[in-house]
């Protein structure tokens, strides 16, 4: 199979092939390993960020510019024109006016999928409301295999929100295309989504529900913790009853594998002490930097830079 991801958009993890997400992977370590400070000379990026963001925002913007290329942009959607009643479609189809590649975050799901529509630009999805964030996955995989040198063969436990955790949907779709053994950690009320268990069960993917990291901490290589997502609950009694669900601390890592690594999309609230960081299993400050790699690749190959 051919891959050309020139002019494409990145909506959806669902939208790869296993082949076609190694092989941005593979620009990416190439990335991390040599950069490319005039690839994207003369290009130009806008970031749209209707949604808070540090992590993702910052390092679309970083990996544009050490790229050679420009940004323009906004990091508040209230000081855009969305402000005054225009819709995202609008937005959108103008913005593709100005830019070669638009980087976007949106709290609707299926935001940047319509945004995709309204331009002919390719659109980098940075996580739409609680449904997707691509983008993220591919660092995740990144990470996943640079720590442990391997994905297939792992097995992985996600823990936290994985009902509203857009990170943990995305990701669990991304690796039941490897072999893998999956083991979702979180209360009973923000369990992954019925329809998530439904495709693994026909893709064949191995996996378990638990109420307690204890539990599984000792039988996993990568531990995926992840934040209760206060924005996204309708009821502030029903975030109170689980918003200090799981706090990960060193002690619960006593049996975990030397070789285990604890990941956070990030940002963290009090879901892993501040003590976890000083031990072997801390990779969740790595995982942020492998943003900048994986960004540049997507970049490099939507805009045609990279084959
Ligand atoms: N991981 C992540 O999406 O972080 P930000 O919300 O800071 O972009």
């Known amino acids: 199979m051919k891959i050309d991801f020139r002019g494409k958009s990145i909506i959806s993890i669902s939208d790869l092939s296993k082949t076609e997400m190694l092989h941005i992977l593979k620009h990416a370590e190439d990335l991390k390993k040599k950069p ?5 000379s003369g290009k130009i990026m806008a970031s749209c960020f209707f949604e808070p963001s540090t992590r993702t925002r910052l390092s679309f913007e970083t990996a544009m510019e050490r790229l050679g290329g420009q940004v323009m942009g906004f990091a508040d959607g209230k000081v855009s024109s969305a402000k005054k009643g225009e819709t995202t479609w609008d ?36 996580g739409d409301g609680a449904n997707q964030h691509p983008t993220q996955t591919l660092l995740d995989l990144f990470t996943i295999k640079e720590c442990q040198k391997k994905i297939n063969g792992l097995h992985i436990a ?19 295309k490897f072999n893998i053994r999956l083991y979702f950690v979180a209360p009973d009320e923000l369990q992954m989504p019925k329809y998530i268990q439904e495709e693994l069960k026909k893709a064949g993917v191995k996996f378990s529900l638990h109420d307690k990291i204890e539990n599984i901490v000792n039988k996993v290589d990568i531990l995926y913790m992840t934040r209760i997502q206060a924005e996204r609950f309708a009821d502030q009694m029903e975030y109170d009853r689980v918003k200090n669900a799981f706090v990960l601390t060193p002690s619960m890592l006593i049996k975990a594998k030397p070789n285990m690594r ?11 002490t501040p003590a976890v960081d000083q031990t072997k299993h801390a990779y969740y400050f790595e995982q942020a930097e492998n943003g900048l790699y994986t960004r540049q690749a997507l970049l490099g190959l939507v805009l045609g830079k990279l084959k």
């Open 262 to 272: 604890v990941m956070h999309p990030l940002p963290r609230v009090n879901e892993i």
């Open 36 to 40: 490319q400070p005039k690839m994207l």
């Open 91 to 126: 937005s959108m189809k103008i913005i593709g006016q100005y830019a070669d590649v638009i980087a976007m975050r949106h709290s609707l799901e299926g935001a940047a999928r319509r945004a995709s529509e309204a331009t002919n630009k390719p659109v980098l999805n940075g």
């Open 158 to 176: 996600v823990a936290g929100d994985l009902k509203y955790g857009r990170t943990t949907h995305s990701l669990t779709q991304a690796l039941a």
